[in-house]
């Protein structure tokens, strides 16, 4: 009986310092993710940018084994790959499918460009380059409340609420460098029922043609969420009929300019309905003690495997 051959997988990261230490070791559903592969997959490792030679051939790529990552082969031709962080630009061959694409990793991690894409979704939004822009455009929020932040940040970093009548001086090296967004303030600090009552919002992972939820409350004093903000994971079923719609609506409008792509929707629950804050390309992993971890890896590995039959 002829073995069916393995799916060459690549995964391939952005790191500095050793390749063999363990960048993961305060993420074991990255070591549990990594030890499925294994199973099901050819699967290596790849570091950094210059670890892609062209035509789907990786150097000095690495295996997943007893919790360790173990220097392989010279030369591995992949079969399909995932950057974990923009390490394409567009000079990529597409030489081999990839999980996420140049272009998707180039266009999402710039909120403005978002909010082009998705103006309707989200809260009225300007984009502002110096100080004396940002007071003009001021005028046109209609809120009692703005918010402030970098065109390009993460993390909830440089993110600034603040009243409307009390405008803040913005960071000149942001202004130079990226930009600010302006925002009209979505307040989310209503009660959903059997899900919330406070301040909040709802990451929604979309993997192939699944998605996951999880739930974000700002840290004590605070009025948006951060990376350090708690997050739980919440039931599909608990999702107002509303919020499961708009996801779906902003999923095929994505899908449409940029399909084939891993990404995380950030939003919130208003008065008047939910409201979209942001995208981000870098999916985030479930916790090991969440219900949805293994459906989330199988949702990944079957989004690879079908990537590469079709």
Not at 202 to 221: H, S, V
Not at 228 to 245: A, Q
Request: aromatic residues 16%; glycine residues 4%.
């Amino acid at each position: 009986m002829t073995k069916t051959k393995k799916i060459k997988f690549v995964f391939w990261r952005k790191i500095s310092g050793d390749p063999v230490d363990d960048y993961f070791s305060d993420k074991p559903q990255y070591h549990a993710f990594f030890m499925k592969c294994s199973e099901i997959f050819d699967f290596r490792i790849a570091n950094n940018p210059d670890s892609y030679v062209g035509g789907g051939i990786f150097g000095n790529v690495y295996k997943y084994q007893n919790w360790k990552f173990v220097p392989a082969e010279k030369i591995f031709k992949a079969d399909v790959v995932y950057q974990r962080k923009r390490l394409t630009d567009e000079s990529f061959d597409y030489a081999v499918p990839i999980i996420d694409t140049p272009e998707f990793k180039k266009w999402c991690p710039d909120k403005w460009n978002q909010y082009q894409l998705l103006s309707r979704y989200m809260p009225k939004t300007f984009l502002v380059q110096s100080q004396e822009e940002f007071i003009k455009k001021l005028r046109h929020i209609t809120t009692k409340k703005a918010v402030v932040k970098p065109r390009r940040g993460e993390k909830g970093e440089n993110v600034i609420v603040f009243g409307k009548n009390n405008p803040p001086f913005l960071d000149k090296e942001i202004l130079n460098e990226k930009g600010y967004l302006l925002q009209e303030f979505a307040d989310t600090n209503i009660k959903v029922g059997g899900m919330i009552n406070s301040l909040h919002d709802i990451k929604l992972i979309t993997i192939g043609d699944k998605f996951f939820a999880n739930l974000r409350i700002p840290e004590q004093g605070k009025e948006y969420c951060t990376y350090n903000s708690p997050y739980f994971e919440i039931s599909k079923n608990v999702l107002p009929e509303n919020v499961v719609n708009f996801y779906w609506e902003i999923r095929e409008t994505i899908n449409k300019a940029y399909p084939n792509n891993f990404y995380t929707i950030d939003m919130g629950i208003t008065k008047k309905g939910p409201v979209l804050f942001e995208l981000n390309s870098h999916t985030v992993f479930p916790y090991m003690h969440f219900s949805c971890a293994n459906e989330f890896f199988d949702a990944f590995i079957k989004t690879i495997q079908l990537l590469v039959r079709n």
